[in-house]
């Protein structure tokens, strides 16, 4: 609610016949019919709460948790993140044949948490609290060595925050992720009158796709690197086919 509070008002100072003042004109309309309902009420007071208790936290794991079996599919994706980052340790899913002697097998057991708290600000795993309002985000990727000179932008939904405690580089710690699913870009034809969001941090993608497991962009990333929300609405990008498409922007 406040990320996209912050975009209307963004788009709202943009010269009055524009398309992006008409647009959030749009969407206040939109949403005062909601407005002083009981349920926007208790979401808008859930909200602030939130915001209270997480300001000043710097890093903290949600409360309610629970010890499962990662997916196979999660699990082959962890595997093929950890390969990458540490070639020389390789691991594998234990249902999975090791494409090397000394591999590593993986232990499918995980902590799953509803949310994370970074720098103040709470996100969500959608596929464990059922909703997603709260997990559209920003991530940084480092490159493969950790350095910042490489580094990759990611727009997407976090599905899942998980702890594995298998000591695999036996350094007597646990290791914490995401997983993710990232935007599909839009690179189809769209009218010039877009380009005005470019100063706005606004990205257009395709509505309600994402990219395949084939991406360049991790699907499993480490928890530090999601440095924000992202707000949502939907709209038409060529009047004569009214196309509808996610419309973001960095919270």
């Given at each position: 609610?406040?990320?996209?509070?912050r975009?209307?008002?963004?788009?709202?100072?943009?010269?009055?016949?524009s398309?992006?003042?008409?647009?959030?004109?749009?969407?206040?309309?939109?949403?005062s019919?909601?407005?002083?309902?009981?349920?926007a009420?208790?979401?808008?007071?859930?909200?602030?709460?939130?915001?209270?208790?997480?300001?000043?936290?710097t890093?903290?794991?949600?409360?309610?948790?629970?010890?499962?079996?990662?997916?196979l599919?999660?699990c082959?994706?962890?595997?093929?993140a950890?390969?990458?980052?540490?070639?020389l340790?390789?691991v594998?899913?234990?249902?999975?044949r090791?494409?090397?002697?000394?591999?590593?097998?993986?232990?499918?057991?995980?902590?799953?948490?509803?949310y994370?708290?970074?720098?103040?600000?709470?996100?969500y795993?959608?596929?464990?609290?059922?909703?997603?309002?709260?997990?559209?985000?920003?991530?940084?990727?480092?490159?493969?060595?950790?350095?910042?000179?490489?580094?990759r932008?990611?727009y997407?939904?976090?599905?899942?925050?998980?702890?594995?405690?298998?000591?695999?580089?036996?350094?007597?710690?646990?290791?914490?992720?995401?997983?993710?699913?990232?935007?599909?870009?839009?690179?189809?034809?769209?009218?010039v009158?877009?380009?005005?969001?470019?100063?706005?941090?606004?990205?257009?993608?395709?509505?309600?796709?994402?990219?395949?497991?084939?991406?360049q962009?991790?699907?499993?990333?480490?928890?530090?690197?999601?440095?924000?929300?992202?707000?949502?609405?939907?709209?038409?990008?060529?009047?004569?086919?009214?196309?509808?498409?996610?419309?973001?922007?960095?919270?």
């Open positions: 609610m406040c990320e996209s509070s975009l209307t008002y963004a788009l709202l100072q943009m010269p009055k016949e398309l992006p003042c008409e647009v959030a004109e749009n969407m206040l309309k939109a949403s019919e909601e407005r002083g309902t009981v349920a009420l208790a979401a808008l007071s859930k909200e602030l709460d939130e915001v209270d208790a997480d300001a000043g936290q890093y903290a794991l949600s409360p309610r948790r629970q010890k499962t079996s990662m997916t599919e999660t082959r994706l962890l595997a093929k950890l390969c990458f980052r540490s070639p340790t390789p594998h899913c234990r249902s999975d090791p494409v090397v002697p000394h591999s590593i097998p993986l232990d499918r057991k995980a902590t799953f948490f509803d994370v708290v970074i720098k103040g600000k709470r996100f795993a959608s596929r464990t609290v059922g909703y997603n309002s709260s997990s559209l985000v920003h991530a940084v990727i480092p490159d493969s060595h950790g350095h910042g000179e490489g580094s932008n990611g997407g939904e976090v599905l899942e925050i998980f702890q594995l405690d298998q000591d695999i580089h036996f350094v007597g710690q646990s290791m914490w992720f995401a997983c993710m699913r990232w935007f599909k870009p839009w690179h189809g034809e769209s009218s009158c877009w380009e005005d969001f470019a100063s706005l941090s606004v990205h257009l993608w395709e509505l309600e796709e994402y990219q395949g497991s084939d991406t962009i991790p699907t499993i990333i480490d928890l530090d690197c999601i440095h924000g929300h992202l707000a949502r609405t939907t709209v038409s990008i060529r009047r004569r086919s009214g196309e509808g498409l996610g419309y973001y922007q960095l919270g």
